[in-house]
């Protein structure tokens, strides 16, 4: 830890769904890098732990309870995060849920709903309420934790598959109209990876597939928070193993 030196030191990143799997190795990774980071989430235990963990090994964080679904919460978020750390410079948008899978005649309307609400307008509302703030530093990158299942067409996953394709339509508008302001829109697809959500679905998958721990997304992570203010926008970096 050189929160001096580090390649991200001086940066604040404010990363959502921060409390567990792969955010929270990224806001550990982003500290270690030097960077001040803002671990937000809805259940309050989950989002001190990664905070305890940062500050234990020298870094700085706060915690700061916000549902993605609320824009009111995403605003007073980053209001937190230049009251706390002076400003926002990176943005990982990684609230997600994994719904019911369920195909559409058996689906449930508000289960269908809350997950395009959570994965695609929660995004929205992240973006949207980090925009003024990014701007005010002159340039900025914002990451949206997209996901491979909006190449795929697997029955019962509509509802998922649907928010995360929207969400890489979201990432390529975004990015074109951020662009002059210097700021950054990329999308990260970290494939399967060993978290809650994978569990929570008992999912399998392909023989060839690179299932993952969270800190394996790590690299691809820092890469896309280290790249110059000109450097890539509107594209998606997989670290998946198939073709689409
Ligand atoms: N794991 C995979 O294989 C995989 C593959 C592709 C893409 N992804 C994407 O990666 C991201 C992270 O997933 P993960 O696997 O790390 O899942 P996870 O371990 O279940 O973590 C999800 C995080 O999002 C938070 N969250 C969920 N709903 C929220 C809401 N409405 N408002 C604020 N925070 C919310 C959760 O905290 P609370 O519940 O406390 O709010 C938790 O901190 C998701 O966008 C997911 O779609 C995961």
Not at 106 to 126: C, K, R, V, Y
Request: with cysteine.
């Amino acid at each position: 830890m050189n929160n001096q030196t580090g390649t991200l030191a001086g940066k604040v990143a404010v990363i959502t769904g921060a409390g567990r799997g792969i955010g929270r190795a990224i806001a550990l990774a982003y500290a270690h890098a030097g960077a001040a980071v803002v671990c937000s989430a809805r259940s309050r235990n989950e989002i001190d732990e990664t905070v305890a963990l940062v500050v234990a090994s020298g870094g700085t964080a706060s915690a700061w309870v916000a549902d993605v679904g609320s824009h009111a919460a995403m605003l007073a978020l980053f209001q937190h995060a230049v009251d706390a750390h002076g400003g926002v410079d990176i943005v990982v948008a990684n609230a997600g849920v994994w719904g019911q899978p369920r195909k559409v005649a058996d689906s449930d309307p508000a289960n269908w709903a809350e997950t395009i609400h959570t994965n695609l307008i929660g995004a929205f509302h992240t973006a949207h309420a980090a925009i003024p703030h990014l701007r005010a530093r002159g340039a900025g990158k914002i990451l949206f934790m997209g996901s491979g299942a909006r190449h795929a067409t697997d029955p019962g996953m509509s509802a998922y598959s649907a928010s995360k394709l929207a969400l890489w339509k979201l990432t390529q508008v975004l990015a074109m109209e951020l662009h002059e302001h210097h700021i950054s829109v990329n999308e990260l697809i970290p494939g399967p990876v060993k978290t809650a959500m994978t569990d929570f679905g008992r999912r399998t998958f392909a023989p060839s597939e690179w299932v993952k721990e969270p800190d394996d997304v790590v690299p691809m992570a820092m890469f896309l928070a280290t790249q110059p203010d000109i450097g890539p926008t509107a594209q998606s970096y997989s670290l998946m193993r198939r073709a689409g």
